[in-house]
């Protein structure tokens, strides 16, 4: 039997288990039935000593006051040196506790024997100093509550590494990791600036790829992080943004239903494993960016739930403090403490774990009070309307910490609904973020290009509605995993057609992606055109890449990156509507857009027309800002994409022919279902006329 397995068998033995937790187990407050009876008593070595404490009168004030952001310093378990003996510093947040202990492998688990003490500051927190003790150690806290008796073993909220699920135990982790990532570090801002291009790679770090070998087990973060990055960089992406990798208990959620805030999950790792990832990651000049989830936490017992016998960190009110969607619990964010572990657990990802973003996940279900119920089932704001002002404040709040403490970082909102502002400053009225996925781009983009080409006609203003809006936030163009589970088909297959057609419509919709103003995220396996519904416990299917379709399309995604990436008109001016002007959007009979991107330098000009019909189109007409050779820098229907080799030789010459508003014309060969850019050759730049000087009389 391995070690591991045996000393977890050893563990549960001694707190009277007979087998593993239920990975299923939830909590609720109506039928929880927690056993309060006295433990097996055994011998333990050194007893708790109350009096040391991290905790200063400063932080004390800080705490109550709801400003405390790094509490993950002085919260949770710490290797400690009191009188000169080494130990572990506990501290806890239970203040309608009645007592809470520590248990663990140090005392069998038993349940009483090492009591914390209750701080006298009122400001509900526990300590307790256990010597003879440090890292590596598991432990649990036991509450004992005044409501009702209630009593239940409670995971460290701050914990900075937990048993791999089912179990659920904390670990007492001190971090020793030496970062190689300097060069990254000092360049990172520039790398995140609004005028960079961003093309950000979203990863399930389970099932990206698996070793079929080894009962097709899920890579460990070594390994993900290098060949994660070697793939990236070979495809051309700048960041990669990892679905929730904070500690969860149940797979089937993705991650997205969090107990660890503090603590990347054990799965594939230690603390210092995921450190090895990121900073490979950022070696091979790739951005990590994290999903984010302050908006709900799930059920499980262990888990934040009713902490203390109350509602702790959630709302008492269901009508506030339930989620009927995803059943799970809503933060209250009116309380100064759940504003300081929630912020707190945003900083140390930027903080100690060098993370260049965070993607702030279901941020219009924290906006909305009334949001997924019916009337009756939600309690309006003291003014009456359905804003949740507490969580506003919060958002805000935590935007303003992470660009006042990480301003080369950025945070990004997935919200899907209007609510003004979401990308703009806290000072001029906004919430304070970076970007905000284009919720209503992705919807109109894919029910377009599922539609039959030969009724797009009818339907052309979902190609050109977008632009509206294009510049009211700075905006993030989303093809995420939530458009390919839950019976909705991968990508490929919503694509109309035959298999060539397939391929063809979802070249040109990339295209049409990677052209169109905002910064691009793209779902592993969209890139080569996966089949099968992306399912969290299986591999992506890599052999595809061995048929010519699918390979094809993969070079067209890496040959999308690399030219999104080096032409600055197709990201420099992504958020200003400078940086876009339409050559002609109202083609709906020949389902044909073009329009030109720029960049600040006059000579940054890129000519783009998509022609989504399956239709060639010869001799077709774009007008031209500048006269000369225009180069075709891509074309969707080119021979090593899979396409049908449709296309302009390479290049087109302007002619003097005035068309579409500018002095110029294109005429070209307009491939089926395809997506061509040109970009000119040469741009002669007038220069400013001297002032004359004034005579002298």
């Given at each position: 039997m391995?070690v591991?397995?045996?000393?977890?068998?050893?563990r549960e033995?001694a707190?009277?288990?007979d087998?593993?937790?239920?990975?299923?187990?939830?909590?609720?407050?109506h039928?929880?039935?927690?056993?309060?009876?006295?433990p097996?008593k055994?011998?333990?070595?050194?007893?708790?000593i109350?009096g040391p404490?991290?905790?200063?009168?400063?932080d004390?004030?800080?705490?109550?006051?709801?400003?405390?952001f790094?509490?993950?310093?002085?919260?949770?378990?710490?290797v400690?040196?009191?009188?000169g003996?080494?130990?572990?510093?506990?501290?806890?947040?239970a203040?309608n506790?009645?007592?809470?202990?520590?248990?663990?492998?140090?005392?069998?688990w038993?349940?009483?024997s090492?009591p914390?003490?209750?701080?006298?500051d009122?400001?509900g927190?526990?300590?307790?100093?256990?010597?003879?003790?440090?890292?590596g150690?598991h432990?649990k806290?036991?509450v004992?509550?005044?409501?009702?008796?209630?009593?239940?073993?409670?995971?460290?909220?701050?914990?900075?590494h937990?048993e791999?699920?089912?179990?659920t135990?904390?670990?007492?982790w001190?971090?020793?990791?030496?970062?190689r990532?300097?060069?990254?570090?000092?360049?990172?801002?520039?790398?995140?600036?609004?005028?960079?291009?961003?093309?950000?790679?979203?990863?399930?770090?389970g099932?990206?790829?698996?070793?079929?070998?080894?009962?097709?087990?899920?890579?460990?973060y070594?390994?993900l992080?290098e060949?994660l990055?070697?793939?990236?960089?070979?495809?051309?992406?700048?960041?990669?943004?990892?679905m929730?990798?904070?500690?969860?208990?149940?797979?089937?959620?993705?991650?997205?239903?969090?107990t660890?805030?503090?603590?990347?999950?054990?799965?594939?790792?230690a603390?210092?494993?995921?450190m090895y990832?990121?900073?490979v990651?950022?070696?091979?000049?790739i951005?990590?960016?994290?999903?984010w989830v302050?908006?709900?936490?799930?059920?499980?017992?262990?888990?934040?739930?009713?902490?203390?016998?109350?509602?702790?960190?959630?709302?008492a009110?269901?009508?506030?403090?339930?989620?009927?969607?995803?059943k799970s619990?809503?933060?209250?964010?009116?309380?100064?403490e759940?504003?300081?572990f929630?912020?707190?657990?945003?900083?140390i990802w930027?903080?100690?774990?060098h993370?260049?973003?965070?993607?702030?996940?279901a941020v219009?279900?924290?906006?909305y009070?009334d949001y997924?119920?019916e009337?009756?089932?939600?309690?309006?704001?003291?003014?009456g309307?359905?804003?949740n002002?507490?969580?506003?404040?919060f958002?805000?709040?935590?935007n303003?910490?992470?660009?006042?403490?990480?301003?080369?970082t950025?945070?990004?909102?997935e919200?899907?609904t209007a609510?003004?502002?979401?990308?703009?400053p806290?000072?001029?009225?906004g919430?304070?973020?970076?970007?905000?996925?284009?919720?209503g781009?992705?919807?109109?983009?894919?029910?377009?290009?599922?539609?039959?080409?030969?009724?797009?006609?009818?339907?052309?203003?979902?190609?050109t509605?977008?632009?509206?809006?294009?510049?009211?936030?700075?905006y993030?163009?989303?093809?995420?995993?939530?458009?390919?589970?839950?019976?909705?088909?991968?990508?490929?297959?919503?694509m109309?057609?035959?298999?060539?057609?397939?391929?063809?419509?979802l070249?040109?919709?990339f295209?049409?992606?990677y052209?169109?103003?905002g910064?691009?995220?793209?779902?592993?396996?969209?890139?080569f055109?996966?089949?099968?519904?992306?399912?969290?416990?299986?591999s992506?299917?890599?052999?595809?890449?061995?048929?010519?379709?699918?390979?094809?399309?993969?070079?067209?995604?890496?040959?999308?990156?690399?030219?999104?990436?080096?032409?600055?008109?197709l990201?420099?001016?992504?958020?200003?509507?400078?940086?876009?002007?339409?050559?002609?959007y109202?083609?709906?009979?020949?389902?044909?857009?073009?329009?030109?991107?720029?960049?600040?330098?006059?000579?940054?000009?890129?000519?783009?027309?998509?022609n989504?019909s399956?239709?060639?189109?010869?001799n077709?007409n774009a007008g031209?800002?500048?006269?000369?050779?225009?180069r075709e820098?891509?074309?969707?229907?080119a021979?090593e994409?899979g396409?049908?080799?449709?296309?302009?030789?390479g290049s087109?010459q302007?002619?003097?022919?005035?068309?579409?508003?500018?002095?110029?014309?294109l005429?070209?060969?307009l491939?089926?279902?395809?997506f061509?850019?040109?970009?000119?050759?040469?741009?002669?730049?007038?220069k400013k006329?001297?002032?004359?000087?004034?005579?002298?009389?």
């Amino acid at each position: 039997m391995p070690v591991a397995e045996s000393r977890r068998g050893a563990r549960e033995k001694a707190r009277g288990l007979d087998s593993a937790p239920d990975s299923g187990h939830t909590f609720s407050m109506h039928t929880h039935d927690a056993w309060c009876g006295e433990p097996h008593k055994m011998q333990k070595p050194g007893s708790v000593i109350h009096g040391p404490s991290l905790l200063t009168d400063h932080d004390i004030y800080l705490f109550k006051e709801g400003s405390h952001f790094k509490l993950h310093e002085k919260l949770g378990s710490h290797v400690h040196e009191h009188e000169g003996v080494r130990g572990v510093l506990f501290s806890v947040w239970a203040p309608n506790a009645k007592s809470v202990s520590v248990m663990g492998d140090f005392n069998g688990w038993d349940r009483t024997s090492h009591p914390l003490a209750w701080r006298w500051d009122e400001s509900g927190i526990w300590e307790g100093f256990v010597p003879g003790i440090g890292h590596g150690e598991h432990y649990k806290y036991y509450v004992q509550s005044h409501n009702n008796g209630y009593c239940v073993e409670k995971a460290d909220p701050y914990a900075q590494h937990h048993e791999t699920p089912p179990h659920t135990a904390s670990i007492v982790w001190e971090t020793q990791y030496a970062w190689r990532d300097a060069e990254w570090m000092a360049q990172r801002g520039a790398r995140n600036a609004p005028d960079a291009p961003v093309s950000i790679y979203e990863v399930h770090a389970g099932s990206w790829r698996r070793v079929p070998h080894e009962g097709a087990r899920s890579l460990n973060y070594r390994e993900l992080g290098e060949q994660l990055a070697e793939y990236c960089v070979r495809m051309n992406f700048t960041h990669v943004e990892l679905m929730p990798i904070m500690e969860h208990p149940f797979d089937g959620s993705w991650g997205y239903q969090l107990t660890g805030f503090f603590a990347p999950t054990s799965r594939f790792g230690a603390p210092e494993d995921f450190m090895y990832l990121v900073d490979v990651l950022h070696e091979h000049g790739i951005g990590v960016i994290l999903d984010w989830v302050p908006s709900h936490f799930p059920s499980d017992e262990h888990g934040l739930v009713y902490f203390d016998g109350t509602h702790l960190y959630e709302h008492a009110d269901p009508r506030q403090g339930f989620h009927p969607d995803w059943k799970s619990y809503i933060f209250n964010y009116s309380r100064s403490e759940v504003r300081n572990f929630l912020i707190s657990s945003a900083l140390i990802w930027l903080d100690k774990y060098h993370i260049d973003g965070l993607r702030v996940d279901a941020v219009a279900s924290m906006l909305y009070l009334d949001y997924s119920r019916e009337n009756g089932e939600w309690i309006p704001n003291q003014y009456g309307g359905r804003e949740n002002i507490d969580a506003i404040s919060f958002l805000k709040r935590f935007n303003e910490m992470v660009y006042g403490e990480f301003p080369d970082t950025m945070t990004m909102a997935e919200e899907s609904t209007a609510w003004p502002m979401v990308s703009r400053p806290v000072y001029v009225g906004g919430l304070g973020f970076g970007m905000k996925w284009k919720m209503g781009w992705m919807h109109d983009s894919l029910e377009y290009m599922q539609l039959d080409p030969i009724y797009r006609k009818f339907h052309h203003n979902m190609l050109t509605f977008s632009m509206i809006y294009a510049f009211n936030e700075n905006y993030v163009l989303p093809l995420s995993h939530d458009e390919v589970v839950h019976g909705k088909g991968s990508l490929i297959r919503k694509m109309p057609g035959d298999d060539w057609q397939r391929f063809a419509n979802l070249r040109a919709l990339f295209g049409y992606m990677y052209s169109h103003p905002g910064k691009k995220l793209l779902f592993m396996g969209g890139e080569f055109g996966q089949w099968n519904e992306w399912y969290h416990k299986t591999s992506l299917d890599w052999h595809l890449l061995d048929q010519p379709l699918h390979a094809g399309l993969s070079r067209w995604v890496r040959d999308l990156n690399r030219v999104y990436r080096d032409e600055p008109a197709l990201h420099e001016l992504d958020f200003y509507g400078e940086g876009f002007a339409w050559v002609d959007y109202h083609d709906y009979e020949s389902n044909v857009i073009s329009y030109l991107r720029r960049g600040r330098k006059p000579e940054d000009v890129i000519l783009v027309v998509c022609n989504f019909s399956p239709v060639p189109r010869y001799n077709y007409n774009a007008g031209a800002p500048h006269p000369g050779v225009w180069r075709e820098v891509l074309n969707s229907d080119a021979a090593e994409y899979g396409g049908s080799g449709i296309g302009n030789l390479g290049s087109v010459q302007a002619n003097n022919v005035s068309s579409h508003g500018h002095y110029h014309t294109l005429v070209m060969a307009l491939p089926p279902l395809g997506f061509v850019a040109f970009k000119p050759e040469s741009v002669s730049v007038p220069k400013k006329s001297e002032k004359r000087k004034s005579s002298k009389k």
